[in-house]
């Protein structure tokens, strides 16, 4: 198995390397400064199963690497690794394996390492939504996000899975429920009760929608997409939905988004 490790920082990225071989003991590790030299190696005929890029605020210079790595060599597992959580969106599209926030524990190498270790314990990739890249029987990270059955209307008669859920619309006193089968709910009841019962997972978009987290496909601008549809933030949500869905997408990177 062989390790890129990038930081520009010469101290964080041979801690890093350091901490690599101490948890894989029979791994290759290089490092280097930029994203460009870790790209120019690969394209020169280096084989990396393994690059760590740091990505930080006043240098998005990796993040551009990360992404050129992910459409031109899709069976490098790309981690993540930051001082911030904001780029728990770039992870998401970029199918990042794992996101690191320093400092770290050697407990994040074990998560990495269950991600990527194939039953027969050769390594394979796992991404961040479970999709396999070259085994369909590698061990998965079991804390990703949990089923949650949900009460629905206002008598509560009703409990649906919040998986089973694409988005809410608001119909004056009552709930269209719009569920991954293509089906539609119509139950008496209001957004509020939804948000204060099952809160974690969605996002209040404005006044009439709300939308499933796990169904959102990317944001754009003042907008997120899921089941082909695109949904606008209210401008007095704007950033707080922004927030909470960058925040959502990097306790999944690490496998705690089992949501309470």
């Not at 390492?113 to 998965?140: A, C, L, Q, Y």
């Amino acid at each position: 198995m062989r390790i890129a490790v990038c930081d520009r920082k010469t101290e964080d990225r041979e801690e890093l390397k350091k901490q690599i071989s101490e948890y894989w003991r029979d791994v290759s590790v290089d490092v280097a400064d930029s994203g460009e030299e870790i790209f120019r190696r690969i394209q020169e005929g280096s084989r990396y199963d393994m690059v760590f890029l740091n990505v930080e605020d006043n240098d998005r210079e990796n993040l551009e690497t990360g992404e050129a790595l992910h459409r031109q060599f899709p069976d490098i597992a790309l981690i993540l690794d930051s001082t911030s959580r904001v780029f728990g969106v770039e992870a998401f599209e970029m199918d990042a394996l794992y996101y690191l926030v320093k400092p770290y524990t050697p407990e994040v190498f074990r998560k990495i390492h269950s991600r990527f270790r194939k039953p027969d314990g050769t390594m394979g990739k796992v991404s961040m939504d479970g999709k396999i890249s070259m085994d369909e029987n590698v061990s998965v990270d079991k804390r990703l996000p949990v089923d949650r059955t949900i009460p629905i209307g206002k008598e509560k008669l009703r409990e649906i899975s919040h998986r089973q859920i694409v988005y809410l619309e608001s119909c004056h006193n009552y709930l269209l429920i719009h569920l991954t089968s293509g089906a539609m709910l119509k139950i008496r009841g209001s957004m509020q009760e939804v948000m204060d019962t099952a809160g974690s997972y969605f996002l209040r978009v404005n006044r009439h929608y709300i939308v499933n987290m796990e169904a959102i496909t990317g944001i754009r601008g003042n907008s997120c997409e899921a089941a082909g549809r695109v949904f606008t933030f209210s401008r007095k949500n704007r950033t707080a939905n922004k927030k909470k869905y960058s925040d959502w997408l990097f306790r999944k990177a690490i496998g705690e988004a089992a949501l309470d």
